[in-house]
């Protein structure tokens, strides 16, 4: 497959509501998409790189300039030494460098690289990680913002929606102020219902806060991610040592090495996994199973993606709940949180989704949406003539 060029499709999706964490407000889904063309057909990655980053994310800006600067430049080489031809999904994610930037860019090529040699041979991702029988759909799990000014009782409508549209688990964001009262409402209206906590590294772990947060353990929360800044593996081990709630880590999961550490330093007994963050399908697949290998059970967490990033996702989710039980998955359907998906998504039907088993990695955008949207496109010719 000779690589003819890479488009770079820039994009602003609204988001249905304002989305709210201790890391701040988002309106609206800034994205960027990329497509290999090839003489016989073309693959889509989508980059899962976030307005403003998080505190260990780049923000979408910055992947932008490297993906234009060093992103098509290292695909277009690599073809350059191929005689023109596409180098294989499997080969692109070593074509970058192991920086928080390069990681995306990685994850995102790795994506469009695939999706183009999918489509080509007719498989879809599901069967191309060799997902056998059982794994065809997977549940969903929702994830619930800090509602503004803090409205309990904007939550319990949210939650309740989550919980009536099937979702298998609840995730509720919380920060230093909202956190027990959030948890009672939500436990007092939901009795058997799988609830976790993101603190998104808000907290600093002196001894009030391990007071209050092990308050957390009467209302039966699975776990609580991310209680602290995203660098501390020790003081989360610690952490973990006298808290009654088992860790989840995210943020602090940002490279293979770092899930291995923290493995090793007992910072976590669960783990979210982003395959944005650590630098593709391939490095996830790896790190999950180093987390299966300690006990950990895993689930790959989202960024917002819109339905392609997310068929990604799911594709992989299913792949690794065959490796190892593990936790319930970010997999809902884009709509629930973007008024415009230019690719679309399974339909969710009572809590389950069914892996995609179309030709690709998943869903691409569509053209005319893009174009209702206003993307803005630019394209790269190879240049190995
Ligand atoms: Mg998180």
Redesign the pocket.
């Known amino acids: 497959m000779k690589l003819a060029g890479v488009e770079l499709v820039s994009v602003d999706l609204p988001f249905r509501h304002d989305i709210g964490t201790a890391a701040g407000v988002h309106r609206t889904r800034p994205l960027l998409f990329v497509r290999v063309v090839t003489e016989g057909g073309e693959g889509w990655g989508e980059c899962a790189a976030l307005d403003g980053g998080t505190a260990v994310d780049p923000a979408l800006r910055e992947v932008e300039r490297a993906a234009v600067d060093r992103g098509v430049a290292r695909l277009d080489q690599a073809a350059k030494s191929r005689g023109g031809d596409l180098p294989s999904g499997a080969e692109v994610a070593p074509l970058f460098g192991s920086s928080a930037v390069d990681r995306m860019l990685a994850a995102t090529f790795e994506m469009a690289v695939w999706d183009a040699e999918l489509r080509t041979e007719g498989r879809s991702m599901a069967q191309a990680l060799g997902t056998g029988p059982g794994f065809e759909t997977m549940p969903v799990g929702a994830v619930v913002g800090i509602p503004a000014d803090r409205d309990v009782g904007a939550l319990r409508r949210e939650v309740g929606a989550a919980v009536r549209a099937g979702a298998a688990r609840v995730r509720l964001k919380i920060e230093p102020g909202w956190e027990i009262e959030p948890v009672r409402a939500v436990r007092e209206d939901h009795p058997g219902l799988v609830l976790q906590v993101?603190a998104?590294g808000s907290f600093r772990g002196d001894e009030d806060d391990v007071a209050l947060l092990s308050r957390l353990a009467d209302f039966d929360v699975l776990c609580i991610?991310?209680p602290l800044p995203p660098a501390d593996l020790v003081a989360h081990a610690q952490l973990a040592r006298v808290l009654p709630v088992p860790i989840c880590l995210?943020?602090s999961l940002s490279t293979p090495r770092r899930v291995r550490d923290a493995l090793r330093n007992g910072s976590c007994a669960m783990a979210?996994l982003k395959p944005a963050r650590l630098g593709g399908v391939r490095a996830t697949w790896a790190a999950h199973a180093a987390c299966a290998e300690a006990g950990v059970p895993a689930f790959v967490?989202g960024f917002f993606e819109a339905g392609l990033g997310r068929a990604s996702n799911l594709a992989l989710a299913s792949r690794l709940s065959q490796d190892a039980t593990g936790l319930v998955s970010d997999l809902g359907d884009p709509a629930d949180y973007l008024s415009v998906d230019p690719c679309g998504y399974p339909p969710v039907t009572g809590g389950w989704v069914r892996v995609p088993d179309a030709p690709g990695v998943g869903r691409r955008p569509d053209d005319a949406v893009l174009g209702t949207l206003q993307a803005r496109r630019g394209w790269f010719p190879a240049t190995y003539t």
């Open positions: 993101d998104n991610e991310q995210d943020e979210c967490g």
